[in-house]
């Protein structure tokens, strides 16, 4: 399947990399160690040594630098192999590739293009856990499965009436009715009202009510959900367009999910959640990651399911439904993007 490089792909929780203690990941198939140094700098090269092919991330953090421990060639940040023990000589082609990586949001995100064309800008602006606005949990999942199967999962939430039916209490109106897309410049936004309801599990109320939810959703797999319960006849009153958060008389949360492909047909799922410091607090928080516990579950049920029938289906092919708009425009999104860093390559 086709992937997008020309972007930030989370590799990790910011407090699982701790300092000058490298980290092993794979994103897109390739191997990658990075590691903190002591002053708080983050570095990411190929996980390879240029010797015997050794893993660096069993290597061990010297300042900016990384020593194989293995036979001992030393590679600073850039991927250089700058000391060879017992030889002087170092050949110019002694080296790995090294990435560009962030810290931000909570998360270490890595750029899986030239590191030299990475830009800062285009890192999804998540809510990170420490995020004084918010009351966040957070966890992760890995799945035996191909990483767009989840990207399309999150982009049709026609699923929540029949897989989370226990879990977050979906209503029909999920399969029922569709929700309103809208194209963004690296990815779409989804938006529904939900007019006079008593509300879901993650967001109740005793008299009826309108309910608000929004997602957008982001290349590479980078979902920012919030939402609100809204007093009878605000989705009128707002012409069903976005309402004013601020404005919401209870629920109001914010959820960041971020999916990463490891390898062809794996992927590792992260994700926070939690509510708005105005409309709850840490025990609201601890019953929105239960629930989100159960129903990500639930998910990745389904979905390495899916993986193993299209495995074992010869030439599999999906027959599309109204409710898969805003995959299709994901998905085309995401193809014009890696033809266009190809074509520039």
Known sequence: MTYVRNAWYVAAWSHELEAEKPFAITILGERIVIWRTATGGLNALEDRCVHRLAPLSLGRCEGERLRCMYHGLLFDAGGQVVEIPGQDLIPAKARVRAYAVVERHSWIWVWMGEAGAADPDLIPPAVGLDDPDYILGHGQLDYAAE??????????????????????????????????????????????????????SSRKSATPMDNFMAYDFLIP???????????????????????????????????????????????RYFFSWGPHRAHGDEAVRDALMVMADQAFGEDKVMIEAQQRVIEATPEPKVMPTAHDRGLIMFNRLVEKEAARAQSAA
Request: charged letters at 15%; aromatic letters at 8%.
């Open 221 to 267: 797999g980078v979902l920012l959900m919030t939402g609100g319960i809204f007093p009878l006849g605000t989705a009128k009153a707002c012409g069903y367009k976005a309402p004013d958060l601020s404005t919401a008389v209870g629920g109001v949360t914010f959820t960041s999910q971020a999916v990463t492909p490891l390898g062809d047909k794996s992927a």
């Open 147 to 200: 990483a767009r199967l989840i990207n399309d999962n999150l982009l049709d939430f026609s699923h929540l009436t029949f897989v989370h039916a226990k879990s977050f209490g979906s209503g029909p109106q999920f399969a029922q009715t569709q929700g309103t897309i809208t194209p963004l410049e690296r990815g779409v936004r989804y938006e529904r009202w939900t007019e006079n309801s008593l509300g879901s």
